[in-house]
């Protein structure tokens, strides 16, 4: 039974120190997450079956971050979507990634990139708040949550950035 320490010893050390050669080799002060601010989902409107979600993914890091996937708590599907103008009429299409360099921040917003959500599990009211999930090409993923907010609530918003004005 004496050898019982010290076996438990030599084992903790075996496991530190294959951990830390293996992990040796590469510096991670260098990483920076990926963030998003001002994650917002428009409530349903009546017999839609789709809505609209916002936000702001700003990536600080040197090397650009690839957006593939998201997710919203109690929607059943999310898609990553884009306006594009062509021959002059305005279009929407779903984009399969969205690549955010270095340095930089890409704002989903009406016009531009934006989510479209579909299949409600339950009714999405103003003033909640459900959880957003992003998932990037190298395997991170980033959680934040997207406050419910309703048509009105959204219009206000808008008219409130296009004259300038911003309340906080």
């Known amino acids: 039974m004496k050898l019982w320490p010290a076996f438990s010893f030599l084992t903790a050390s075996l496991f530190f120190s294959t951990f830390s050669s293996a992990h040796s080799g590469h510096d991670h002060s260098d990483v920076a997450e990926v963030t998003v601010s001002n994650a917002q989902v428009r409530e349903f409107l009546p017999a839609s079956k789709a809505s609209v979600a916002y936000l702001t993914i700003t990536n600080p890091s040197e090397h650009a971050a690839v957006l593939t996937k998201a997710e919203l708590d109690g929607l059943g599907?999310?898609?990553?979507?884009?306006?594009?103008?062509?021959?002059?009429?305005?279009?929407?299409?779903?984009?399969?990634?969205?690549?955010?360099?270095?340095?930089?921040?890409?704002?989903?917003?009406?016009?531009?990139?934006?989510?479209?959500?579909?299949?409600?599990?339950?009714?999405?009211?103003?003033?909640?708040?459900?959880?957003?999930?992003?998932?990037?090409?190298?395997?991170?993923?980033?959680?934040?949550?997207?406050?419910?907010?309703?048509?009105?609530?959204?219009?206000?918003?808008?008219?409130?950035?296009?004259?300038?004005?911003?309340?906080?």
Do not use: C, W
């Open 77 to 168: 599907r999310v898609e990553i979507h884009q306006h594009t103008h062509v021959d002059g009429m305005m279009k929407m299409e779903q984009v399969l990634s969205l690549k955010i360099d270095g340095h930089s921040s890409v704002e989903f917003k009406p016009g531009g990139y934006h989510l479209m959500v579909f299949e409600p599990e339950e009714q999405l009211k103003a003033g909640q708040e459900r959880k957003l999930t992003l998932y990037f090409n190298d395997g991170n993923r980033v959680f934040t949550q997207a406050k419910v907010v309703s048509l009105q609530e959204m219009s206000e918003q808008a008219s409130q950035k296009s004259q300038g004005h911003s309340h906080h």
